[in-house]
C-alpha cells in the first residue's frame, strides 16, 4: 500500500490567485529593426552574418502577412479540390 500514497491529494492546497485579464491590449503596429537585434552577431567578429541577420529580419512577414498567406493556401486547397465534389446545375 506505500506505494499509492504518492497519487492521494494533499490536504493542505491553497486558494487560486484571482487572476484576471487586462482590460485592454495594445501591440505595436510594425517592428523596427534596432541594433538589439544583432547585438549577439558582434561576438563572431563577422560583418557579413550582421549584414544577413538585419537582411531576414527586414524580409520576414508578420504576423498579420503570415495570416493572409495561410488563408490564400487554404482557397487554394479548396479551389484544388473543388473538382472532386459534385456538381449540380438549373437548367
Avoid at 9 to 34: C, E, F, N, Q
Avoid at 59 to 73: I, Y
Avoid at 81 to 87: A, F, K, T
Wanted: hydrophobic letters at 35%; glycine letters at 8%.
Amino acid at each position: 500500500m506505500p506505494a499509492l500514497t504518492g497519487c492521494l491529494p494533499k490536504g493542505d492546497r491553497s486558494p487560486s490567485p484571482d487572476l484576471s485579464p487586462p482590460k485592454s491590449w495594445s501591440t505595436p503596429t510594425s517592428v523596427s529593426i534596432d541594433a538589439n537585434v544583432t547585438y549577439w552577431t558582434k561576438g563572431f567578429g563577422d560583418a557579413n552574418l550582421t549584414a544577413l541577420v538585419r537582411e531576414a529580419w527586414a524580409n520576414s512577414p508578420d504576423l498579420s502577412g503570415t495570416f493572409r498567406m495561410v488563408e490564400m493556401a487554404r482557397e487554394q486547397a479548396v479551389m484544388a479540390g473543388s473538382d472532386r465534389l459534385p456538381q449540380a446545375g438549373l437548367g
